[in-house]
């Protein structure tokens, strides 16, 4: 639309985006364009559309767009255009009339461009089957086979989206808008996946074959990916080559802001801004605009190197620091000065600790260990609560009156919770240090622990430790890497509070360790969780116990029976999700099982048939 477009009624878009699903609908199903071209004034009656034209509207123009602009599984997923009407040809409208006597004079002139096609393609594949899916994978077009990865990629299959892409980017050259496309998603896959290096060293290899939009694409991830890792040089170095393919994108300006200020070129970042405002506001993007106003009026930041502590800004320096929170998180002085401390402590010997013996554990009628910190960082902590609106963890002074908080595992806790992620290079080093100081410290306490001794949830002072060394597990690249951190988390706290039997079951199950998946999913039979029900069932399947497996799928059913549902079914939409928890028994937490999930069970020959026709066999009272 042109900016000076009026904003069309929200009532008349969903009229529209109505109209064209219903119109989808129906050629997916029949691929019938006469059948089709009869309904379009149905169509337009039933979803609303009709209330904002003329009853004599050629609705057909609009079909024809549709349906020209549709991948038809049954024509190899290419569109099959229909023929524009000859003036003395029956009028498409289905009036019986000429069209030079009917709907030619009232032709609006409409024709779809192809980034107008788009749209209609991604939805179309939306609606595909989930083997239409597969085949489009292969042999489609290059648009077709860029939604089916999108769709892969909002369904939660980063693998297959992945090698759907490179078998794309390595056998055929699409358009140039389509190619960009592809090496986008291509970086969202890698993100998704957590394999960064492999995301780098692919994207690296394909550069000299993309055309410049799909190489600025792939530049502008490598800077992003190189900011994070700390580098900052390799990143402006990404930036500049993007810049010279596409001198006019302004993503490319926003990463070039960013490496400037990373390597305290604050005067030539500023100008940056500056000359990006106005290309930012007749775009209209407003985030971008945002952005750029705020580091165009951000001064030159001042060495910091000659304060009296290393890395801490004057009070002025870190007012203009903070502004840039939205690129960097906490200011750099800020970071600097916690790592400078982390870094002290990591050379500092640590604290004596001890666990006193406690009361008998009331079922297991054997001892119980109480972790007993140090008397200072006791003091520490009490210090740290003793404000009513509560103490900021990210405060250099705070640890520097108590730097027995770095012996606390509570403490580290916090200072990671509050960090954020990982963006620039002084964030590089303070999660480097932090991570090397919560290794000691936990492990310094483990070693104090008795001999077969555990943590009891019970016990406050337990807890920061487990969630730490389960939070390292999970940091794992790999499903199957995870596995020897979780199982020493759950042989610390049998109870398991934490809920690591779920992350573990799944995560034995991915290295196909199917008898040990099975004995700790047998441990809780009554749970309440997804993972020891359906995990059961997938590890009996794979042993080849299935009467057992349709024992325990009646089991899994009984109790949770939406997550069968969202397993079984070819493609499911996301429910309505809290992003502060969710419901047991809930399409939610089947939303989430099929998502961490599916992929493993359909990796199993047969497994998702095996479990569609044992449902059938269930007493109709749990279906």
Request: aromatic share 6%; net charge negative.
């Amino acid at each position: 639309m042109h900016p000076d477009t009026p904003e069309l009624p929200e009532a008349m878009k969903q009229a529209s985006e109505a109209f064209v699903d219903a119109s989808l609908q129906l050629i997916l199903r029949d691929e019938d364009p006469d059948r089709y071209l009869r309904a379009i004034p149905d169509i337009a009656q039933h979803t609303g559309l009709a209330e904002w034209f003329s009853p004599q509207a050629p609705y057909w123009e609009l079909g024809y767009s549709i349906w020209n602009a549709t991948p038809l599984p049954s024509h190899d997923f290419h569109p099959a255009p229909l023929p524009e009407p000859k003036r003395n040809d029956t009028c498409p409208c289905g009036s019986g009339k000429k069209f030079k006597r009917c709907c030619q004079p009232r032709l609006t002139g409409y024709l779809m461009e192809p980034e107008d096609e788009h749209p209609i393609i991604w939805q179309a594949v939306a609606l595909f089957t989930r083997k239409q899916c597969q085949a489009a994978a292969n042999s489609a077009p290059a648009a077709v086979r860029i939604a089916v990865a999108d769709r892969e990629l909002q369904e939660g299959h980063p693998g297959k989206a992945r090698t759907q892409l490179l078998s794309l980017l390595e056998s055929t050259k699409p358009k140039s808008e389509l190619q960009a496309r592809a090496v986008y998603q291509l970086g969202e896959a890698y993100d998704s996946l957590g394999h960064r290096k492999a995301g780098q060293k692919t994207l690296l290899g394909l550069l000299p074959h993309l055309k410049a939009p799909a190489a600025a694409t792939a530049l502008q991830w490598l800077a992003s990916h190189s900011l994070m890792d700390g580098r900052s040089d390799e990143a402006l170095a990404h930036v500049l080559h993007a810049e010279h393919l596409e001198p006019d994108n302004l993503i490319t300006a926003m990463l070039k802001v960013a490496c400037l200020r990373d390597l305290g070129a604050d005067e030539e970042a500023r100008q940056t801004a500056e000359q990006w405002l106005p290309i930012a506001h007749e775009i209209g993007d407003t985030n971008a605009i945002e952005l750029l106003e705020e580091q165009a009026r951000l001064a030159t930041l001042e060495s910091t190197r000659d304060a009296e502590w290393p890395g801490e800004a004057s009070a002025e320096d870190e007012a203009s620091d903070d502004n840039i929170l939205a690129l960097f998180g906490p200011s750099k002085a800020t970071v600097r000065a916690l790592t400078e401390l982390l870094q002290e402590a990591l050379h500092a010997p640590l604290l004596p600790v001890h666990f006193d013996e406690g009361p008998p554990d009331s079922d297991r009628h054997h001892s119980q260990w109480v972790l007993e910190l140090p008397h200072e960082v006791q003091k520490a902590e009490a210090a740290l609560y003793q404000d009513p609106d509560g103490a900021d963890p990210l405060d250099p002074e705070l640890i520097r009156r108590h730097p027995a908080l770095l012996q606390s595992p509570d403490f580290l806790e916090q200072l990671d919770n509050h960090s954020g992620t990982p963006v620039i290079q002084e964030q590089g080093d303070f999660h480097a240090a932090l991570d090397q100081q919560t290794r000691r410290v936990i492990e310094h306490i483990l070693a104090a622990l008795p001999e077969g001794g555990q943590l009891p949830w019970g016990w406050i002072e337990h807890r920061p430790v487990l969630r730490l060394l389960m939070q390292a597990a999970l940091d794992q690249p790999r499903p199957e890497d995870c596995i020897p951190g979780l199982q020493r988390v759950l042989a610390l706290c049998p109870t398991d509070n934490l809920g690591v039997r779920a992350p573990l079951i799944n995560a034995l199950l991915h290295a196909n360790h199917n008898e040990h998946a099975l004995d700790l999913a047998t441990q809780y039979p009554d749970d309440h969780l997804a993972e020891p029900h359906y995990g059961r069932v997938l590890a009996l399947v794979r042993l080849g116990r299935l009467h057992e497996a349709e024992q325990a799928l009646q089991s899994a059913y009984q109790a949770l029976p939406k997550v069968l549902n969202y397993l079984v079914a070819d493609k499911r939409k996301s429910p309505k999700l809290d992003p502060y928890g969710m419901m047991i028994g809930g399409a939610d937490q089947a939303w989430y099982y099929r998502q961490e999930m599916r992929d493993v069970f359909a990796s199993t020959p047969g497994m998702l048939a095996w479990l569609k026709r044992t449902k059938q066999r269930l007493p109709r009272s749990q279906r």
